[in-house]
């Protein structure tokens, strides 16, 4: 079957060691200065805290797809995936958010979604 | 270094030549029954719509992370994605994705997160 323009790459980020991960507002914005760099649109921003001792979690809905977060304090790791359509580069998204979490490891997957194999 | 146990399975589900790309309440219903068949709580969900010839993104905050879907009518294309930790298992979700949304051709990728490598 004939591919067609791919709507766009999604990375998954893994984080290790890391930091901040109880920090609502830190997590905030991050999300919004992660969008911005790659020249994405945050619709909205729902984070959720699972408590005093537990992780976070949060979407941002972008015009362009999304990004998402989940924290595990009690290992330090973090889950963030990254999806965007159109022109946006995902990929400028890492810097920021190793700038903020700063991991003592990290692992980033990427894969180009909408391509038919 | 050593692994530890994961946080969870992370899939990314594309469907190609789908139905209904722009039928907010199926969509809806369908990220509920797929987090239910998971045996996961669905915390909120939130749906936009870009305008009546343009698709729809859409997020679902779990308990156990996320589902998410961005919907292309031009072109019949799906992504979601379906991220869930604990005893969840988002594989359960793909037959109710696939009920709901009829795609032509699918894929289907997973990964396991928050191994160590």
């Given at each position: 079957?004939?591919?067609?323009?791919?709507?766009?790459?999604?990375l998954?980020?893994?984080?290790?060691?890391?930091?901040?991960?109880?920090?609502?507002?830190?997590?905030?914005?991050?999300?919004?200065?992660?969008a911005?760099?790659?020249?994405?649109?945050?619709?909205?921003?729902?984070?959720?805290s699972?408590?005093?001792?537990?992780?976070?979690?949060?979407?941002?809905?972008?015009?362009?797809s999304?990004?998402?977060?989940h924290?595990?304090?009690e290992?330090?790791?973090?889950?963030?995936d990254?999806?965007?359509?159109?022109?946006?580069?995902?990929?400028?998204?890492?810097?920021v958010?190793t700038?903020?979490?700063?991991?003592?490891?990290?692992?980033?997957?990427?894969?180009?979604?909408?391509?038919?194999?």
């Amino acid at each position: 079957m004939t591919p067609y323009i791919a709507p766009g790459l999604h990375l998954l980020i893994d984080f290790w060691g890391a930091n901040h991960l109880q920090n609502m507002e830190l997590i905030e914005q991050t999300m919004r200065e992660a969008a911005a760099v790659c020249g994405a649109t945050v619709l909205e921003i729902k984070l959720h805290s699972f408590g005093e001792n537990s992780g976070i979690t949060g979407v941002a809905i972008l015009a362009e797809s999304h990004i998402s977060i989940h924290t595990w304090p009690e290992t330090g790791y973090i889950a963030l995936d990254v999806f965007m359509c159109g022109k946006c580069d995902p990929n400028q998204a890492i810097p920021v958010f190793t700038s903020a979490f700063k991991p003592k490891e990290s692992q980033v997957q990427s894969y180009l979604r909408g391509i038919q194999n």
